[in-house]
């Protein structure tokens, strides 16, 4: 069924072409390589097995428990504009100069760390927002432990502020909410709490689980409280990595700088990285030259969840690509060229999206258990009664999640989180706006408009009957 879905044929074809050849299989059995090179080319196909491939499914073998020890949480300040994500960075990147250490964070490398009194360390991702959280999810890289979301207590939840909600939730990261301009005689902190328990988010104060701080990022009140509790949320999480084997993790962003060549920001997730070891990111790979910490500070070691600058790679890989620490450079470099290679030919996508009309086809295939839907609509009427109509259309065999509803226009975050959920868009008498269309074209997006309720809800539940009665 796997080979069907890639040559996006039934798997009944499939079936029948090794029929043909003499073998009586079933949707679930895994086929050889010759079979396999035959079957394909009798769709037109020509198989590659690459070391890649290989290389990476190997990379998932289980960690031995003993091995691993707890590491910072990693976090990503998001919010509605002007609320105050950037000040609230700010803040404390300039208060928390690492205790005893002189110079504060002088660099601005995309990512930094930071030690509070007690000794614990929280390393924060320094592109606040959720577009560049969800673009980074959209390249499979998961970075991020805990998000901040910060919410005006003069304003309201607003639509970013929404967004953002729903962008750490459909990424399964726990939200602590930092409710700013707390300094301000109009702040109203006890309004927005009210405004997200009627959103069924309930903070600790309304006996809820989500934590919750006032703050002010301006004179820095409650800022400390707020960074305990992203330790204590961490904690919980029982966050670990094994530090004592070769480095993989995450880039946050790269440049080409004129006088020492690609700089690389990296974050560290598993394993230490070390000067000197030979590194493959993305379609680049080099030998490490030199690290520096976010204090322009020189490195020689990084272990798990701290950000380095990097210097050596031959190119400038982009945020979200992984990175990987190579025994052997060769293999490091054959991988790099074969990635730009598939790159070049980028046609041939390897990551396909879910559209409506294939959701029949991929229920046939046994592995699609939930439906994710991005809903945008003109009014909030419309939108709630859609989200209720489609939800009631969930059944034993199909779950339908509303990952995100907006009343709005469908937005190139839209897509950004369609692409990293694997969701389809549905639009109630709106269209999308931007580079929205653009960025669904180019991530396989499927975006549905419509004017009248009843054809929406129609062509969703025939689409899921299409779930329900295979054709075999
Ligand atoms: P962002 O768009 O979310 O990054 O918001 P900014 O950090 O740029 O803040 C927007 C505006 O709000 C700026 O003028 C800040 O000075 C102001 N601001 C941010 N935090 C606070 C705060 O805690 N109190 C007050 N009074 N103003 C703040």
């Not at 409280?225 to 790269?254: D, F, H, M, S």
Request: glycine residues 8%; contains cysteine.
């Amino acid at each position: 069924s796997e080979v069907a879905t890639m040559m996006d044929v039934s798997v009944t074809q499939v079936i029948s072409a090794c029929m043909s050849l003499g073998m009586m299989v079933t949707m679930n059995q895994r086929l050889d390589a010759e079979t396999l090179s035959i079957v394909a080319e009798e769709f037109g196909y020509e198989v590659e097995f690459t070391t890649a491939d290989v290389e990476e499914t190997v990379e998932e073998v289980q960690e031995n428990p003993e091995d691993l020890e707890t590491r910072a949480p990693i976090v990503t300040v998001m919010g509605h504009v002007d609320h105050g994500k950037t000040s609230l960075l700010d803040y404390v990147r300039k208060e928390n100069v690492i205790a005893g250490e002189s110079g504060g964070i002088t660099q601005h490398i995309g990512a930094y760390g930071v030690k509070l009194d007690n000794g614990q360390k929280i390393a924060f991702l320094d592109t606040p927002g959720h577009e560049a959280f969800t673009a980074m999810r959209a390249r499979g890289a998961q970075v991020t432990d805990i998000a901040i979301i910060v919410i005006a207590a003069d304003d309201d939840v607003m639509p970013q502020t929404k967004e953002a909600i729903s962008h750490a939730q459909a990424a399964g990261v726990p939200i602590i909410f930092a409710i700013n301009k707390s300094d301000l005689p109009t702040a109203n902190p006890e309004k927005i709490k009210e405004k997200l328990a009627a959103m069924d988010l309930l903070v600790e104060d309304w006996g809820g689980k989500i934590q919750s701080h006032d703050i002010s990022a301006k004179t820095g009140m409650g800022v400390k409280e707020l960074l305990e509790k992203v330790l204590l949320e961490a904690e919980i999480l029982e966050l670990k990595a094994n530090p004592n084997k070769l480095a993989k993790g995450t880039v946050v962003e790269a440049f080409l700088d004129k006088g020492r060549g690609y700089v690389a920001t990296i974050l560290v997730q598993a394993g230490t990285l070390k000067v000197g070891d030979y590194v493959l990111a993305g379609r680049h790979s080099g030998k490490v030259k030199a690290m520096h910490d976010e204090r322009g500070k020189e490195v020689k070691e990084a272990g798990p969840s701290t950000p380095v600058s990097i210097l050596g790679l031959d190119g400038a890989p982009q945020a979200g690509d992984t990175f990987k620490v190579m025994e052997d450079e060769r293999e490091a470099k054959d991988i790099a060229a074969r990635r730009t290679q598939l790159q070049r030919e980028q046609n041939v996508r390897t990551q396909r999206h879910i559209t409506l009309d294939e959701i029949g086809r991929r229920i046939a295939l046994g592995d699609f258990k939930e439906l994710n839907i991005i809903l945008k609509g003109d009014v909030d009427g419309s939108v709630e009664a859609l989200t209720d109509s489609f939800q009631k259309l969930s059944t034993e065999e199909i779950q339908v999640n509303i990952i995100h509803k907006g009343v709005g226009a469908i937005t190139e975050s839209d897509v950004l989180l369609a692409s990293a959920s694997d969701a389809i868009i549905i639009g109630f008498n709106v269209r999308p706006a931007g580079n929205a269309r653009m960025v669904a074209d180019k991530e396989e997006i499927d975006i549905r408009t419509y004017s009248i309720i009843y054809d929406a809800i129609n062509d969703l539940k025939d689409a899921m009957e299409g779930m329900l009665s295979p054709e075999l």
